[in-house]
Each structure stands twice: as C-alpha cells, then as structure tokens.
C-alpha cells in the first residue's frame, strides 16, 4: 500500500514557475512507476509526465515537453514536477500516481495509487 500527498500547488501568474511535490508513504517506492496527471475544471484528467523506478527515463505530454521536468528522489521518497513558463491552459488540479509496472505509463487506469490533488491556477 502506497499513500500520495502532493504539496506545492498555488495561484501565479503566467510566466512563472512551480514545483510541485508528491510525498509517498509505504514501502519499496523506489520500485514504483511515478507519474503526474491534471484535471482542468470541465475536462477529462489527463497525463503530464511519468517516471521510472530509477527515474533514468521519462515521458512528457506534448502539451508541457520543454516546460516541465519530472524527477524523483527515491531515498526522500518524493517525485516532484518542475513547471516552468506557466500558461493559464496548465490551470488544473495536479495529481500524482504510482503504478507497480515497471514501464512508463501514460494511461490512467494502469496507475495503482493516487494522491488527491493540489491546485495549480495560473492567471493571463
């Protein structure tokens, strides 16, 4: 069993930077795939970014590649997502998860845990 809490999420204005946490309580994190995932007010949830266990490779959705970075620290036990040159279309609830596959997963539903959320609005 894996807990999730994600942290750092806030209001700022386009532009700017955030970088948002993912806490992970449990044991052998450093065995789990980690990713991020966004829901927008009215939207589906959909993927930004994900992480293997030993955080050498890495997938981003077209929509962020070149702002943000995904990283981890398995010995903190903590993913992070670096957001930089926010836009207002990254305003979202940021979620974070952890799968026990071992391939770099896109697809919410393969996702075993999840966080529930930390807002991130970025205003024009």
């Known amino acids: 069993q894996v807990q999730l809490v994600e942290s750092g999420g806030g209001l700022v204005q386009a532009g700017e930077s955030l970088r948002l946490s993912c806490a992970a309580s449990g044991r052998f994190f450093n065995r789990y795939t980690m990713a991020w995932f966004r829901q927008a007010p009215g939207k589906e949830r959909e993927f930004v970014a994900t992480i293997s266990y030993t955080g050498s490779n890495t997938d981003y959705a077209d929509s962020v590649k070149g702002r943000f970075t995904i990283s981890r620290v398995n010995a903190k036990n903590t993913v992070y997502l670096q957001m930089n040159i926010l836009k207002p279309e990254d305003t979202a609830v940021y979620s974070c998860?952890?799968?026990?596959?071992?391939?770099?997963?896109?697809?919410?539903?393969?996702?075993?845990?999840w966080g529930k959320g930390t807002l991130v609005t970025v205003s024009s």
């Open positions: 998860a952890a799968s026990q596959r071992s391939a770099l997963i896109r697809y919410a539903d393969l996702m075993d845990y």
